[in-house]
């Protein structure tokens, strides 16, 4: 890219200001100023960007709790602009001096350098939708706790389930809901406990639901089907996919998606020596998840259950040859590596990997083929 005669500009933008470093084309000192982050004040920063700029404009700054509304208002104006991923912004060890101007200028000389990684934005529907299952994943994330507290409640006093290897489900709240106490305190908390966890488990029900309802209307409708057609993804699990990676089109290899979702393992070698450890960790650590729980399913022998045949009806031969080839290849890979002592979360992780691959074979736009060795 031509850098000649754009205007540079680093933002630091907290909750309440926006610290600004600006870099004319042809000088090394920095113009800064403070803004403040409101919706109007934006709209002043753009109009003076594009006013004492004798080119084009080019912003950034990092992702954080401001999301991409800065970055729309910004553009809506005229200002090209740019999120930037800040785990992978460049730093000096030496440095031990840390202002928001600074952080301003540095991401203006960097930016200037092409040293920084963008994020890409999602639209304001899929921002939207996005949301909906990370809103979804907490009230799932608050029930678990709600029933940790009552089965630790109940330990406590020496009420044990033992009718069935599975709790919460039907039987054991069968069993629950009757247990009375003798001192009224500790039964005052047993009807706290019990109340709170049938309303997260009300709410998790109205958002699925939801998912359901959102994840069936276009333009997630077709990919959201296809996925469903591999074992262990199901409605909630392929919209929240689909909402969090948002468009396939930006990964160029099932690799690049391994390594953005922090799926490949993390190497340090020097010299003749090579050594690599865990997972890197990096990127989506929601969808990380998802794929992890998606990959657990693949321990047991390939099968056509009933609840998959279902999911299956209507969608193309072509995806459901990749969803039956996993199965089968992630399955093997399974038994390969228990086989040999390897501890089963390994295999499991092993396994969420490679699946990344076959999701993108079906789900980028081309003509489905055999994805490449993980």
């Known amino acids: 890219m031509n850098s000649n005669g754009i205007t540079w500009v680093g933002l630091d933008a907290p909750k309440k200001s926006i610290h600004v470093a600006m870099l004319l084309p042809g000088r090394e000192d920095a113009l800064s100023w403070q803004e403040a982050n409101e919706e109007g004040a934006v709209r002043r920063l753009a109009r003076k960007l594009t006013r004492e700029a004798p080119g084009e404009v080019r912003a950034c700054y990092e992702a954080g709790p401001l ?10 104006q005229g200002v090209i602009c740019e999120v930037i991923a800040p785990s992978l912004i460049p730093f000096k060890p030496g440095e031990r001096i840390k202002t928001d101007w600074r952080d301003a200028r540095k991401l203006a000389e960097l930016l200037r350098g092409g040293l920084l990684t963008e994020v890409q934005p999602p639209s304001e529907q899929d921002e939207a939708l996005r949301d909906l299952c990370r ?32 709790h919460w489900g039907v039987q054991h709240m ?26 997260l488990d009300e709410r998790q029900r ?4 939801q998912l359901e309802r959102f ?31 948002h468009d396939f089109r930006r990964f160029r290899s099932p690799r690049s998606l391994m390594a953005y ?18 997972i890197t960790r990096t990127g989506n650590r929601h969808v990380r998840r998802l794929l992890v729980e ?45 086989r040999r002592g390897i501890h089963y979360n ?20 081309h003509e489905p083929e055999a994805p490449p060795m993980a």
């Open 67 to 76: 999301g991409d509304a800065l970055q729309r208002e910004l553009e809506a």
């Open 294 to 338: 998606a990959a657990w399913h693949h321990r047991h022998r390939p099968v056509l259950s009933q609840p998959l045949r279902r999911r299956r009806e209507g969608q193309p031969a072509s995806i459901i040859a990749i969803a039956d080839r996993a199965q089968e290849r992630l399955h093997a890979r399974f038994m390969r590596m228990t």
């Open 174 to 199: 069968k069993w629950l809901r009757p247990l009375t106490f003798e001192q009224s305190a500790g039964q005052v908390v047993f009807d706290h406990y019990l109340l709170t966890s049938d309303h």
């Open 346 to 365: 390994k295999p499991v992780v092993a396994m969420a990997r490679e699946l990344v691959g076959f999701l993108w074979v079906a789900l980028y736009p």
């Open 215 to 245: 994840g069936g209307q276009d333009p997630y409708r077709q990919s959201v089907a296809w996925l469903r057609c591999f074992r262990g993804i199901d409605t909630v699990t392929a919209v929240s996919l689909v909402a969090e990676l």
């Open 135 to 166: 809103g979804r994943d907490s009230v799932r994330q608050d029930l678990m706790r709600a029933r940790h507290r009552m089965s630790k409640f109940l330990l406590r006093r020496g009420y044990r389930y033992r009718a069935t290897q599975r």
């Open 206 to 209: 109205q958002l699925d639901a």
């Open 261 to 278: 979702l922090g799926l490949v393992p993390s190497e340090r070698s020097s010299g003749e020596q090579r050594r690599q450890e865990g």
